[in-house]
């Protein structure tokens, strides 16, 4: 195997992890938290094809990586204000609680 | 493959899996750190020494942080009575394993070749912060204004979300 394919598959895993604790959990920041595994694994993605890819000193992949958690910085920021907003308004981060549009 | 690219991705998985899966949200965000740290350490495993710090100064340093916050805020450590999982557990695991088992034969059934002399791995790349430095200044930066525009849109648009409302009035 080489070492790039044990990166991959790594990374396909705790993508897929962060997929199932979005899908299942109820609790709006375990799903947030499931989002966040889920970009971690595309950047270690981003970094392993830098690292093994045919021109390392372009920089492309890790330029990505480094974006890309900027981004996930943000959207963090952001999910996590609206979760704190929510909660103020219906006293729950129960997903299943919130079925309105209206506050 | 090494042992210690075994054992740096044992803890990953273990904690991403600590991270989904425990009752406790506090115990869920500590889990996290732990994923993010092994994350980190895969990075610099792969050389990519910037992105590695990166990785552990914005994720474990603010990421978690809020995360922590956030549960706090919203008293989301108590256990709810009727569980913590969905209705349909078994859908999204279904979907998640479908996803990995597809990704998985991809990456396994790849004919792709490392791009070395015989399928080798290149020699390790000699990247310095200052070579990060000039990319971003040079060539990425119309990228890096827009993403300095990103953050600080979402920063006033979190603390306007998450400002405290008087009734009724803003």
């Given at each position: 195997?080489?070492?790039?394919?044990?990166?991959?598959?790594?990374?396909?895993?705790?993508?897929?992890?962060?997929?199932?604790?979005?899908?299942?959990?109820?609790?709006?920041?375990?799903?947030?938290?499931?989002?966040?595994?889920?970009?971690?694994?595309?950047?270690?993605?981003?970094?392993?094809?830098?690292?093994?890819?045919?021109?390392?000193?372009?920089?492309?992949?890790?330029?990505?990586a480094?974006?890309?958690?900027?981004?996930?910085?943000?959207?963090?920021?952001?999910?996590?204000?609206?979760?704190i907003?929510i909660?103020?308004?219906?006293?729950?981060?129960?997903?299943?609680?919130?079925?309105?549009m209206?506050? | 493959?090494?042992?210690?690219?075994?054992?740096?991705?044992?803890l990953?998985?273990?904690?991403?899996?600590a991270?989904?899966?425990?009752?406790?949200?506090?115990?869920?965000?500590?889990?996290?750190?732990?994923?993010?740290?092994?994350?980190?350490?895969?990075?610099?495993?792969?050389?990519?020494?910037?992105?590695?710090f990166?990785?552990?100064?914005?994720?474990?340093?603010?990421?978690?942080?809020?995360?922590?916050?956030?549960?706090?805020?919203?008293?989301?450590?108590?256990?709810p009575?009727?569980?913590?999982?969905?209705?349909?557990?078994?859908?999204?695991?279904?979907?998640?394993?479908?996803?990995?088992?597809?990704?998985?034969?991809?990456?396994?059934?790849?004919?792709?070749?490392?791009?070395?002399?015989?399928?080798?791995?290149?020699?390790?790349?000699?990247?310095?912060?200052?070579?990060?430095?000039?990319?971003?200044?040079?060539?990425?930066?119309?990228?890096l204004?827009?993403?300095?525009?990103?953050?600080?849109?979402?920063?006033?648009?979190?603390?306007?979300?998450?400002?405290?409302?008087?009734?009724?009035?803003?």
């Amino acid at each position: 195997m080489n070492p790039l394919t044990g990166y991959l598959l790594v990374a396909a895993l705790l993508f897929a992890i962060g997929l199932a604790g979005a899908l299942t959990r109820r609790n709006a920041i375990l799903v947030l938290i499931g989002i966040e595994l889920m970009l971690n694994a595309a950047n270690l993605n981003l970094i392993a094809f830098w690292r093994y890819g045919p021109h390392p000193e372009a920089l492309t992949g890790m330029m990505f990586a480094i974006f890309s958690i900027a981004v996930a910085a943000a959207e963090a920021a952001v999910g996590l204000g609206l979760v704190i907003s929510i909660h103020r308004h219906a006293h729950t981060t129960d997903l299943d609680a919130m079925n309105r549009m209206k506050g | 493959m090494s042992l210690v690219f075994y054992g740096i991705a044992g803890l990953s998985v273990a904690g991403a899996l600590a991270a989904v899966l425990l009752k406790n949200t506090v115990h869920c965000a500590l889990a996290l750190t732990v994923a993010f740290a092994g994350l980190a350490l895969l990075f610099l495993e792969l050389d990519a020494q910037f992105a590695g710090f990166a990785q552990i100064l914005i994720y474990i340093g603010a990421v978690a942080i809020l995360v922590v916050f956030a549960i706090l805020l919203t008293r989301g450590s108590e256990t709810p009575k009727d569980g913590v999982y969905s209705h349909h557990p078994l859908v999204g695991l279904v979907a998640a394993a479908g996803i990995f088992a597809a990704l998985g034969w991809a990456v396994l059934r790849s004919t792709a070749v490392l791009p070395g002399p015989g399928g080798a791995p290149t020699a390790k790349p000699t990247v310095t912060v200052m070579d990060i430095g000039n990319a971003l200044m040079g060539r990425y930066v119309l990228p890096l204004e827009i993403v300095a525009l990103l953050l600080t849109a979402a920063l006033i648009g979190a603390v306007i979300v998450a400002m405290h409302e008087k009734d009724g009035t803003q």
